[in-house]
């Protein structure tokens, strides 16, 4: 069994940053690919950013030149740096975690952006 532990999630006003932070636990085995996800009232769960274990990355276009993931192999952790940040971006975000056996989702963790 993986656990995975998200934090970093708060309130932040428009053209703020936040750092959110995902740690994983168990029984990992390899790691294929770790991302986040988000989904805000109302609406369905998408992709935000993922990080391949072979260093590849993808980003939503909603997100790209302001979000950035990024991943410790050693520590079994993945970050997602948050700048310019928009109200549109209010919502849920929800770690990802994919290995050979099965796909592990967090709790998730609120991030709102307001003034």
């Known amino acids: 069994q993986v656990q995975l532990v998200e934090s970093g999630g708060g309130l932040v006003q428009p053209g703020g940053s936040l750092r959110l932070s995902c740690a994983a636990s168990?029984?990992?085995?390899?790691?294929?690919?770790m991302g986040w996800y988000r989904q805000a009232p109302g609406k369905q769960r998408e992709l935000v950013a993922t990080?391949?274990?072979?260093?590849?990355?993808f980003y939503a276009d909603s997100v790209k030149g302001r979000f950035t993931i990024s991943r410790d192999n050693a520590k079994n952790t993945v970050n997602l740096q948050m700048n310019s940040l928009k109200r549109e971006d209010t919502a849920v975000y929800y770690c990802?975690?994919?290995?050979?056996?099965?796909?592990?989702w967090g709790q998730g963790t609120q991030v709102t952006v307001s003034s």
């Open positions: 990802n975690l994919v290995n050979w056996r099965n796909t592990y």
């Open positions: 168990g029984s990992i085995f390899s790691i294929n690919t």
């Open positions: 990080e391949h274990s072979g260093g590849s990355t």
